[in-house]
């Protein structure tokens, strides 16, 4: 039915459906390895985005162009759990530097909210995204977290660190 209306509207404009169990573990396993087409690629900026499903299309084209504007000749791979809008969409700058790195992170980002999506999906936030969490976060609402983290855990057990940023 998601598919259908997304049909109709112009999101999609083309879909193959597995017709078989044998085609549906061909699927998959097409879709388990995309993951490994960016292994031996370095350096790499990887993201776990969230976008509106209305909006993937755009956030593509236009983080592609702010990566190309950022290191011409920059590489992307882009696996996505296109049901709810999450997108592993990770760059490849053709040198490895922090500063461009960050550079290209934060544009990226800066697309995502652009585009009312979130720089966090289903993978949260962990130690690797609390620099994005405190830039993009509204200081009150980190304020409730950290009284909320601390009412469940006062005593700093769980996860030290890795939930909230300082």
């Not at 299309?57 to 759990?81: C, K, M, N, W, Y």
């Not at 130690?127 to 969490?133: E, G, I, Q, R, V």
Request: aromatic fraction near 4%; glycine fraction near 8%.
């Amino acid at each position: 039915l998601i598919l259908a209306e997304m049909m109709d509207t112009g999101l999609i404009t083309d879909a193959i459906l597995a017709r078989s169990e044998q085609q549906r573990r061909a699927m998959w396993a097409r879709r388990e390895a995309a993951a490994e087409i960016g292994v031996g690629l370095y350096p790499e900026v990887d993201t776990d985005v969230c976008l509106p499903l209305d909006k993937v299309d755009t956030f593509l084209t236009q983080a592609i162009a702010r990566l190309e504007s950022l290191d011409p000749g920059a590489r992307t791979i882009t696996v996505a759990h296109l049901g709810d809008g999450n997108l592993h969409f990770t760059a490849y700058p053709t040198r490895d530097d922090k500063a461009l790195k960050d550079k290209v992170l934060e544009a990226i980002e800066d697309v995502v909210a652009d585009l009312g999506g979130s720089f966090s999906a289903e993978h949260g936030v962990g130690l690797s995204k609390l620099p994005s969490m405190k830039r993009r976060k509204d200081p009150v609402a980190l304020d409730v977290m950290r009284t909320l983290k601390h009412a469940l855990d006062p005593h700093g057990l769980m996860n030290p660190g890795k939930v909230i940023p300082d």
